[in-house]
């Protein structure tokens, strides 16, 4: 009855799952197996059966090659499913391959020994595509059941679970006997839940498979539930109904937490963006239209780090991007300092001016970029610290988003110790509120300009090595920040950096809950529409300033 | 305490400014205290008091440009000034000389008083407005009171310190208000331009309001009007400036010895 | 008649692609690829004995420009034919001009359809060349039941997604498992998006996304992707505007898998491929540069603009149209493209899979050339119109219902 | 010769020329107090001392160096401090930060806030907090001038500083000034138009008209029905 | 009196502009169409249409000058108001079309038809009249502005926060009008038009008529501005950017008057987009981006700010070093740009108009009487 709720299953996945089932079966003994590890002229055969015909009949090998039972051969699937393994042209042995200077190396799948090397031509790769990696990953779920990795042993919990297989119940029993760490046993357990439901076993049971999934809450187990609410069985289907409505509710909680997790995120990119202006036209009141190619040149700046990084210290990758930072900081603050002698300090008296100049100024260094580095996109890499995610309960929480908000505020928290505790950050508003009155004061406001100017052109390079993570490194970078930055600012109150902050965040998420139902393209719309309402309202941003000495 | 506590009554008929217990506070700094005064019609009042005591704060009060925290403040017999903005207030009949002074910089300072002249204010009147002889007459007649003739033609924000203080009074006389609300106007002019001006208030107050706020007090003194001394926002003393200034509480705030 | 004043011993060829503003990311590469055409031709002797002069030009993003620059190329510069445009948007914009102006316009992107003009050779690929294909192979060869149609929001995905879902419909596709989505040019903030495409396939059917999000707008949506793990065994995307150029930004490892249909993969193993790369990368003095798909186009629009002025004999457009229609060249994926009398051209499919050195594998290829259809057979409006430009015809939106030359009209 | 020569200045705003061959001294311990009606020059020339605005002829020696040509900054870090007419408060800084603006001059171990500069105006130490922009009138003055004070300048340029100053302060700053004066370390120049106040302070006069010094000298030299008279239309 | 009051502020070169404007306005036509093209003199139609462009953005930059030079309002969304008009004038434009679309409906325009939209949606309706579209050119802009501004200015918001919101209105028109569901063709906007009036748009003839359209709309336009700039009203506008507060102790409404010239700038603005469109034959959401209206803030300050020539010469200059630059530097043109933007403001600080002059009184030894002061206060940062 369940099935016929489900799509009818293709003849390859019925089959795959009659292997599954099998080599579940055997999933007990196969350490034992791995234990005599005799060469087995089957299964050296069936893997190098893997190499030829059409990727329907691949699948079926791979299915061979599982319903051998033998873990041996993970490796050589893994490899395939990974594409690093190569047929030799010569004599059609297969292995797995890895780069080496001037060629390939040669490993046995088997046995997993050094097999020496082949040139480029000599070997031709075992083309695989998403169906196969599938397969691959269904008979790896099969066999790593009892993997000694806790974490494969996970995945092939969840893999199990996606299967939704009524046989798999008492192999997933065994499989849970052994468990001992709770987050894989609470896998094993939900992928059980669904197979019970799938199977026809008992009302009391399957009872207590609805509220194991209902425990889980996730889409999957929502999908599950919703399967048998909609069953002919009423008492079960009446269950089913009342977890649902449970999972539904927990799922509007949780999707107001992703929206603000979102808008955390979306508001620190904003913020990250418009930091840097927040100095530079905030404090200076220079309206900075080259603000968006100083973040765009600490992007670049990433890309070149990472490429000496490469030559000079390869396998190093990782710190590439912690040494950028500084780097950007340098470069860009440099350049910032050069744009405020050549160009700026001729305009402190004329601040409109300034729009004019430094649109110059970003025309020139945004063909200056693309004569340079080229007009395309170019690769900054992502340190593996910053790669993949993880759950925090219904929420999937990207390293690189998380890691994102953390330096925008730890560089928003550096920034306003230095405007607000340090004496240089006293000169900075000193010689912007009034240059002529500050140098009699004895304030070099020269230099405090080109540093001031340099400070913001630093910092929002640093925001763009940060950017580079989330986004196309090109001669564009900039160009599709400055509006939000100037936004962002304003919203928040021009000279206020902690306006800055709060205006970032709220309008990142603003848009975060309009998304959902108004699409991304109305939510923008909406978001602007707020903000000219908005400053209606409050018609010196949201942290204004008041009183005589904003008159004055 | 004030120590001749006038009673204030919105009613009277040559009652112009009705101000009674008005308040005031920026970010919890009671900047206008219970704040109560009456100005009558044609009268001049000279109000004197500390740095800091809330003479500017009481005109931006009054003219709009501060809203009171409480408070009535009344213009004429029935208008409410809390309820209006500049604009208005200032088609009401009141004019005011800042402070420090403002003037318009790059306009002329022939323009400057042009602007300040009374006369419709709407945009379409502007528009459409052509200078008529009886204008010309009056701006050429206050160029040579304020002594700036000779720079007619040019930009105000060329003026010295002084000479744009000239010229806001020019502005302020060329409004020709019923009540005038003059902050500081002997700044900066030399003890001869001092006498002067107060012999030059004497003169409009025959048939305006004045409020005068000045911390020369031989200026005041050649006023010759009843002194109202403010004190952290609120009447401490009124009366003669003979009077005022034998109070000890007086001396002690402000004269000093 | 503009021929007569051409007596110079050059040939004009005008070049009009972005070189600054958004677009540029894109379009330089074009350029410089028409550039290295017609050097490699000048190199064979040029054409007619005369030598090919390129004009650039900068319409810089900025579509009435483009309409500009076409007009100054044809009017003044007086080119005999004008190699450019990427956005439907920049080819509406010249359409005009090139019509005013009976200029000859090579159009090398794939596009919505539903257009064909006596003056456009459209050598990029029509709906039916990409889209229909590529969504036939995810519904045959990876089940895929669940559909999450994600576009920029602009003509070029609107179009190809109405197409879409009305085929889907048509396969018998409910409507609630049909989720469409589009989003700004630029759009750079994908976490919600992603998240909801992973709900949404967490449903119980095989699901696929189908993107049509423009150039800028990938590298951000790729990453997230990635970094959310949304591999492309649970959902895979199938993109019509990623290529080689797009996935150059980006680290393709956790991409691996994920899919792009075009009519030309630089992994396509063919000794005239091989040339072509080469020739590229030496033209561009670098040993990593990438080809794609709109390059192929230029070269196939290119070779077929140099047969058809061998086979008139003269660079006239009007002879160059006539000529043209018939005209085959060798591609570059081991098949011939010939020139329809629609001005589209035929073209082989391909599907390919992201590797993880930012390249495409095929993984699947129409058994044979696809024509070009300038009108689609799934939209209303269009259905009965054909575009057939040989005399006596000679039109572009010929009605067969009502066998009149003028659109559907009503 | 003072420590402060000003030797045949010019200065001109655009075509307006605002000063002709002015010439000026000051030295330590002494205050030489400029006059004037409004607009002659008295402002300017000030100006021009503290590199404000540039001169088109003649010399500015301070210490017998010619420093007409330093930016203003480097003129206050060799002591000349100015309070300027007009204030020119920093609005949004705070009434201590106005005061340690001051410190830009100073070695490191110097920079504290005199008790003086509270001693003399105790409104200072109650708003320390407040936005300099938000004070009233006076209160802007007394920080101008503190803040000056903080420079400890051997210089000090005052324009009007009694301008807007309540009564009581006024005899407080006179009785500072003198005190200044009588440690015997600093010059003072002294613009002022409030007769009574310049004539108590003053050990020289000059006073100006129409861009040029057209009467200077001694106090003990010059007749006080004279000085007046310049001072009148 | 009318004549007066038009009449009597305009300089000696205020009419020496309006002698020139004129004399192009019957001389380019006449030298295209009356000379054949292998004349010398001839000018060709590219040039006609070319410089017809030019005028309209010329337009555009004296609509911004008014209330930028002499109101202090920096506009950042005054292309918004120019797209409006163009939108107008391209509906009008698009139902000129009738059956010869490519789907040959007599109704809808194409985007419709694949659209799939059944019927004209009620904001097309009218749109086929010549007077309405005008109309509406002046109107939609003018309303718009005047909502924008009723509330902009009455919340006195002003400076940088003005600015800015008008951006970003001009950004939500951008994604609004990219929307395909708007109803505009979304990004690919309107285009292929056929006539105007009944005229056919693809010949010399009516390009000649449209420059000298646009000719006779800037010559009008100018004469308008110099009557609100010479006149009271001009004087409160500038004493309004000065000392905007002070300006209302004197009894004036500043947001009356801000509005006024806020909604007179924009129906200009629109008036320009209408004349526009049939030239350069498009209309699409890429005019609302924001760096459209930088563009043409970046040509009244080249040109100079408050002064009337200034924007205009502006505006023609920098769109011809566009147009030559992309063409004869299409590699490069970007820094040949960007280092005219930036030596103008380095060395003609009042822009050409505003600068040569004294350059020239320099020079010559002469003075002469200056523009206003173009100087602003410092933007609200430095306030
Ligand atoms: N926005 C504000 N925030 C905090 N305090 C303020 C603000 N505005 C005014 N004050 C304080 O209110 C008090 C009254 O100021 P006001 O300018 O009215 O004084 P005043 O009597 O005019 O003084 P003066 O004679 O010096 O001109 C002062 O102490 C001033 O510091
Ligand atoms: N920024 C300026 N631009 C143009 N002219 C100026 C400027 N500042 C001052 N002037 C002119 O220079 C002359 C001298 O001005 P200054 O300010 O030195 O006078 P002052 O003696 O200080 O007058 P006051 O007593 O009014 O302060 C005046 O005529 C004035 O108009
Ligand atoms: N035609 C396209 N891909 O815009
Ligand atoms: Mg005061
Ligand atoms: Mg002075």
């Not at chain 2, 409009?204 to 050649?222: G, K, L, P, Y």
């Not at chain 5, 004296?62 to 163009?86: E, P």
């Not at chain 5, 063409?327 to 930036?342: R, S």
């Amino acid at each position: 009855m369940i099935r016929a709720c489900l799509p009818p299953p293709a003849p390859a996945i019925l089959a795959l799952r009659a292997l599954l089932l099998l080599a579940l079966v055997l999933g007990a003994s196969l350490a034992g197996n791995q234990a005599r590890a005799g060469e087995s002229p089957d299964l050296r055969a069936a893997i190098a059966a893997l190499a030829k015909g059409s990727f329907a009949e691949t699948e079926k090998r791979i299915a061979a090659l599982t319903a051998l039972g033998d873990a041996r051969a993970v490796p050589a699937l893994e490899a395939l499913a990974g594409g690093d393994l190569y047929r030799r042209k010569a004599d059609g042995a297969v292995f797995i391959v890895s780069g080496a200077s001037g060629g390939y190396r040669l490993t046995d799948p088997l046995t997993l020994q050094d097999a020496g090397t082949a040139g480029r031509r000599e070997v031709k790769k075992i083309r695989v595509n998403n169906r196969l990696r599938r397969a691959i990953r269904a008979a790896l779920g099969a066999l790593t059941l009892s993997a000694s990795d806790p974490a494969r042993r996970l995945a092939a919990a969840e893999a199990i679970l996606k299967a939704r297989d009524k046989e798999a119940v008492e192999t997933l029993d065994r499989a849970l006997a052994r468990e001992t760490v709770a987050e894989v046993a609470a896998a094993l357990q939900a992928a059980r839940a669904a197979a019970v439901l799938a199977s026809d076993r008992s009302a009391e049971e399957k009872s207590a498979a609805i509220n194991v999934l209902a425990a889980r809450g996730d889409r999957e187990a929502m999908a599950i539930v919703a399967s048998i609410a909609a069953t002919e069985d009423q008492a079960l289907a009446g269950q089913a109904t009342a977890a649902l409505a449970r999972m539904e509710r927990s799922q509007a909680l949780w999707d107001v937490a992703r929206n603000i997790w979102y808008g955390l995120s979306l508001g620190s990119v904003l913020l990250l963006a418009a930091i840097g202006l927040a100095i530079t036209f905030g404090v200076m009141g220079v309206i900075n239209m080259a603000h968006g190619e100083m973040v765009m040149l600490g992007a670049y700046t990433a890309f070149m780090v990472q490429g000496l990084f490469g030559a000079l210290v390869p396998g190093q990758i990782d710190y590439a991007l912690v040494v950028a930072l500084p780097a950007a900081f340098l470069v860009t603050g440099l350049v910032g300092i050069a744009i405020e002698r050549g160009v700026i300090r001729f305009l402190h008296a004329r601040p409109l001016e300034t729009l004019l100049a430094t649109w110059g100024v970003s025309l020139i260094l945004q063909q200056g970029v693309r004569t340079l580095f080229g007009p395309t996109n170019r690769e900054v890499g992502t340190p593996s610290f910053m790669s993949g995610a993880f759950e925090l309960g219904q929420l999937t929480i990207t390293y690189n988003r998380l890691w994102i908000l953390v330096f925008s505020l730890a560089l928003f928290a550096a920034l306003i110790a230095a405007m607000k505790k340090t004496r240089f950050g006293l000169t900075i508003r000193a010689v912007t509120q009034n240059r002529r009155m500050a140098a009699s004061m004895g304030i070099r406001t020269p230099l405090v300009d080109a540093l001031t100017f340099g400070l913001g052109s630093g910092i929002a390079g640093i925001a763009g090595v940060a950017l580079s993570q989330i986004d196309n490194v090109s001669p564009n970078l900039g160009q599709s920040y400055i509006i939000d930055s100037f936004m962002v600012v304003v919203f928040g109150g021009v000279g206020n950096l902690w306006g800055t902050l709060l205006g970032a965040m709220s309008l990142g998420i603003a848009n975060k809950f309009l998304e959902p139902f108004a699409g991304a393209v109305l939510a923008k719309i909406l978001v602007l529409v707020f903000l000219i309402l908005f400053i209606q309202k409050r018609p010196r941003g949201l942290f204004a300033l008041k009183g005589r000495a904003v008159e004055a | 305490m004030p120590d001749e506590p006038g009673q204030p009554d919105p009613h009277r008929h040559d009652t112009l400014l009705y101000l009674d217990g008005v308040s005031v506070a920026f970010d919890g700094f009671q900047a206008l205290n219970n704040l109560s005064m009456v100005v009558g019609r044609t009268e001049m009042r000279a109000v004197i008091g500390p740095n800091g005591a809330g003479k500017t704060t009481m005109m931006d009060v009054i003219t709009g440009k501060t809203r009171p925290d409480s408070g009535t403040l009344r213009f004429g017999e029935t208008i409410d000034l809390t309820r209006h903005d500049e604009a208005d207030i200032a088609s009401f009949g009141i004019g005011r000389k800042f402070q420090k002074p403002t003037v318009f910089e790059s306009h002329t300072v022939e323009d400057n008083l042009a602007l300040a002249l009374k006369g419709r204010r709407g945009p379409f009147a502007a528009l459409f407005h052509v200078a008529s002889d009886d204008e010309r007459q009056r701006i050429d007649d206050l160029l040579s009171l304020i002594r700036l003739a000779h720079l007619r033609a040019a930009p105000a924000g060329g003026l010295s310190h002084g000479q744009k203080q000239w010229l806001e009074i020019g502005m302020l006389l060329a409004q020709d208000p019923q009540l005038l609300l003059i902050d500081e106007p002997a700044a900066g002019m030399t003890d001869a331009e001092t006498a002067a001006t107060a012999e030059l208030l004497r003169d409009i107050a025959r048939t305006h309001s004045v409020v005068v706020v000045e911390h020369d007090m031989a200026f005041v003194r050649a006023l010759d009007v009843k002194v109202t001394v403010l004190h952290e926002g609120s009447v401490l003393a009124e009366g003669s400036l003979d009077h005022v200034s034998a109070n000890r509480k007086v001396i002690d705030v402000y004269l000093g010895r | 008649t503009p021929q007569g004043l051409r007596a110079e011993d050059t040939i004009k060829i005008g070049i009009l692609h972005s070189l600054s503003g958004t677009m540029a990311i894109s379009e330089t590469t074009l350029k410089d690829a028409v550039l290295m055409l017609i050097e490699e031709q000048n190199r064979k002797g040029g054409v007619l004995g005369k030598k090919l002069e390129a004009v650039v030009v900068d319409p810089a993003s900025d579509w009435p420009l483009f309409a500009e620059k076409a007009r100054e190329l044809i009017e003044v510069e007086k080119v005999a034919a004008v190699f450019g445009c990427w956005t439907s948007v920049s080819r509406k914009s010249v359409l005009p001009v090139f019509e005013e102006l009976n200029g000859l316009l090579f159009y090398p992107l794939q596009y919505e359809g539903e257009e064909s003009q006596r003056n456009v050779f459209y050598t990029g690929a029509a709906p039916n060349q990409q889209a229909i294909p590529a969504v036939e192979y995810l519904m045959q060869e990876e089940g895929v039941e669940r559909w999450v149609l994600a576009g920029t929001d602009y003509v070029y995905p609107r179009t190809t997604n109405k197409i879409l879902e009305t085929y889907l419909k048509s396969k018998g596709v409910a409507a609630e498992d049909i989720m469409i989505s589009y989003t700004p040019f630029g759009h750079s903030d994908w976490q919600t998006i992603v998240a909801d495409i992973k709900a949404f396939g967490s449903a119980g059917k095989k699901t696929a996304v189908v993107s049509t999000i423009n150039g800028d707008a990938n590298v951000p949506f790729y990453k997230e992707l990635g970094n959310a793990g949304i591999k492309a065994e649970d959902i895979p995307v199938i993109a019509f505007s990623v290529g080689e150029e797009e996935l150059a930004g980006l680290d393709t490892g956790p991409l691996v898998g994920h899919l792009a249909a075009w009519n030309y993969f630089q992994s396509v193993d063919t000794e005239e491929n091989a040339a072509f790369v080469d020739t590229w990368r030496a033209f561009t003095g670098d040993g990593e540069r990438v080809t794609n798909d709109p390059m192929e186009a230029h070269y196939l629009g290119f070779n077929m603009w140099v047969k058809a002025v061998e086979k008139a004999g003269s660079t006239d457009p009007d002879a160059v149209i006539d000529a043209i229609v018939g005209v085959t060249v060798p591609n570059l994926s081991g098949g011939y493209s010939a020139m329809m009398p629609n001005h589209h051209i035929t073209k082989p499919v391909l599907i390919g899979e992201i590797q993880d050195d930012g390249q495409f594998e095929t993984v699947w290829e129409t058994p044979g050339l696809v024509v070009g259809d300038a009108w689609s057979d799934y939209l209303d409006g269009s259905k009965d119109l054909i575009a057939d430009w040989r005399p006596p015809m000679a039109c572009g939106n010929f009605n067969t219902a009502t066998g009149k030359c003028g659109g559907s009209g009503s | 010769m003072g420590s402060l020569t000003v030797e045949a200045i010019d200065l001109s705003y655009g075509a307006a020329q605002a000063l002709k061959e002015v010439s000026l001294e000051a030295e330590p311990g002494r205050i030489t107090c400029l006059m004037g009606r409004n607009g002659v020059g008295k402002t300017s020339t000030l100006r021009a001392i503290a590199g404000q605005q540039p001169i088109s002829a003649g010399r500015i020696l301070w210490h017998g160096k010619d420093i007409s040509r330093l930016p203003a900054h480097r003129r206050a870090r060799q002591g000349i401090a100015l309070v300027p007419q007009g204030r020119d408060i920093f609005p949004q800084l705070t009434v201590r930060e106005n005061l340690q603006t001051g410190f830009a001059p100073l070695p490191r171990g110097e920079r504290f806030i005199p008790d003086t500069v509270f001693e003399l105006f105790p409104v200072l130490g109650d708003m320390l907090h407040r936005r300099g922009g938000d004070l009233s009138g006076g209160q802007q003055q007394q920080l101008a001038i503190g803040r000056a004070m903080v420079m400890r300048p051997a210089l000090l340029l005052l324009d009007e500083p009694t301008e807007g100053i309540q009564p009581s302060v006024i005899k407080d700053i006179g009785r500072a000034i003198s005190y200044l004066r009588g440690t015997g370390e600093m010059a003072i120049l002294l613009v002022e138009q409030y007769f009574e106040f310049a004539r108590d302070l003053a050990d020289r006069f000059a006073v100006m008209d129409r861009g040029t010094i057209v009467l200077s000298g001694e106090k003990s030299d010059l007749d006080e029905q004279t000085v007046r008279a310049h001072l009148t239309v | 009196m009318t004549r007066r009051f038009f009449t009597h502020g305009m300089t000696r070169g205020g009419w020496v502009f309006l002698a020139l404007l004129a004399a192009a306005g019957l001389l380019i036509p006449l030298l295209n169409l009356a000379l054949p093209e292998s004349h010398p003199l001839h000018m060709p139609t590219y040039a006609v249409t070319l410089s017809g462009k030019y005028l309209t953005y010329a337009l555009l930059a004296l609509a911004l000058d008014l209330v930028w030079g002499y109101c202090g309002i920096l506009s950042l969304g005054h292309a918004a108001f120019f797209a409006l008009g163009g939108y107008a004038m391209g509906m009008y434009l698009m139902r000129q079309i009738g059956p010869r679309g490519v789907y040959g409906d007599p109704l809808l325009p194409d985007f419709m038809v694949f659209l799939d939209w059944q019927e004209l949606p009620w904001y097309w309706l009218g749109f086929d009249l010549f007077p309405v579209a005008l109309a509406m050119a002046l109107v939609v802009p003018g309303v718009l502005a005047f909502v924008f501004g009723w509330f902009a200015f009455r919340a006195r918001v002003g400076g940088v926060y003005l600015s800015i919101i008008t951006q970003a209105m001009t950004y939500a028109l951008l994604l609004a009008f990219f929307r395909n569901d708007m109803g505009f063709g979304g990004n690919n906007g309107l285009t292929d038009f056929k006539e105007i009036l009944g005229f056919d748009l693809q010949s010399d003839a009516t390009r000649a008529g449209l420059f000298a359209a646009s000719a006779l709309a800037l010559g009008l336009a100018f004469v308008l501005c110099v009557a609100i700039t010479s006149s009271r009203l001009g004087k409160v506008l500038i004493a309004v950017r000065d000392a905007e507060s002070r300006t209302r102790f004197l009894g004036y409404r500043v947001e009356h008057y801000k509005l006024f010239v806020w909604t007179v700038s924009a129906m200009l603005a629109g008036l320009a987009g209408a004349l526009y469109v049939p030239q350069v034959g498009i209309i699409n959401p890429g005019e609302f981006a924001p760096a459209n209206s930088i563009e043409a803030v970046i040509w009244v300050a080249i040109g100079g700010r408050g002064t009337l020539v200034g924007p205009i010469l502006g505006a023609g200059l920098v769109n011809f070093a566009k147009s030559w630059f992309t063409a004869a530097l299409p590699e490069l043109w970007l820094f040949a740009l960007g280092a005219l933007f930036i030596a103008v403001t380095l060395f003609l600080p009042r822009g050409l108009v505003g600068s040569l002059p004294r350059l020239w009184a320099k020079a010559t030894g002469t003075r002469s009487k200056a523009p206003p002061d173009a100087r602003a206060k410092a933007p609200a940062a430095a306030e």
